[in-house]
Nanobody
Framework: QVQLVESGGGLVQPGGSLRLSCAAS????????VSWYRQAPEKERELVAG????????NYGDSVKGRFTISRDNAKNTVYLQMNSLKPEDTAVYYC????????WGQGTQVTVSS
């Protein structure tokens, strides 16, 4: 049974940093691509970052390039999203996702960037 559990969200001031975690179970993160998405109120869900099975190929949404970094710890079967230089427009619910036959989603974690 595939499960994705996000954690690490919270309230942070503009310019601050957060690290989100996505703990996976039911599959091995080094064998499937895993992505982070986000959805702000009244906006469509958008891709933030993805990491391919090889662990080296990564892609990022244009709005986060140079500020966010996706990484993986195979021993912990966990994918991370390091978010630096956060802006108020980064405020959203962040979701972890993987496609294994069909797309699976975590429950999401709220990130609020505000002074």
């Amino acid at each position: 049974q595939v499960q994705l559990v996000e954690s690490g969200g919270g309230l942070v001031q503009p310019g601050g940093s957060l690290r989100l975690s996505c703990a996976a179970s039911g599959f091995i993160v080094s064998t499937f691509p895993v992505s982070w998405y986000r959805q702000a109120p009244e906006k469509e869900r958008e891709l933030v970052a993805g990491i391919f099975a090889n662990g080296e190929t990564r892609n990022y949404g244009d709005s986060v390039k140079g500020r966010f970094t996706i990484s993986r710890d195979n021993a912990k079967n966990t994918v991370y999203l390091q978010m630096n230089s956060l802006k108020p427009e980064d405020t959203a619910v962040y979701y972890c996702s993987a496609v294994i036959g069909r797309r699976y989603w975590g429950q999401g974690t709220q990130v609020t960037v505000s002074s």
